[in-house]
Nanobody, 126 residues
Framework: QVQLVESGGGSVQAGGSLRLSCSVSEDVYSIYCMGWFRQVPGKQREGVASIDSDGGSITYEDSVRGRFTISKDNANNTLYLQMNSLKPEETAMYYC???????????????????WGQGTQVTASS
């Protein structure tokens, strides 16, 4: 069973930066596709970014492109999300999902994710 643990959330002023981490419990090579999603209470979960196993295919939601960067360190089984110029409306719980290669043809935000972490809270205040 794959376990995902997010960390790095916190409170920043609008315009500030945070770097989220997602630690994966097993070799990330068994996981083909990973991503970051966010959710505000009462609203649907929203995809932020996705990345495939070798980092060759990366997808961003339009509103974060140019400000957020998704990356991964396969040697340390860790996924990252660098978030710059944070906006108050991006205050949310951020989650790290993953899916194995068997279940994925193309890695993107539209993947049916098999594994989710518990989330880390990000607050950007004006």
């Amino acid at each position: 069973q794959v376990q995902l643990v997010e960390s790095g959330g916190g409170s920043v002023q609008a315009g500030g930066s945070l770097r989220l981490s997602c630690s994966v419990s097993e070799d990330v090579y068994s996981i083909y596709c990973m991503g970051w999603f966010r959710q505000v209470p009462g609203k649907q979960r929203e995809g932020v970014a996705s990345i495939d196993s070798d980092g060759g295919s990366i997808t961003y939601e339009d509103s974060v492109r140019g400000r957020f960067t998704i990356s991964k360190d396969n040697a340390n089984n860790t996924l990252y999300l660098q978030m710059n110029s944070l906006k108050p409306e991006e205050t949310a719980m951020y989650y790290c999902p993953a899916q194995a290669a068997f279940h994925v043809e193309i890695c993107s935000l539209r993947v049916t994710w098999g594994y989710w972490g518990q989330g880390t809270q990000v607050t950007a205040s004006s």
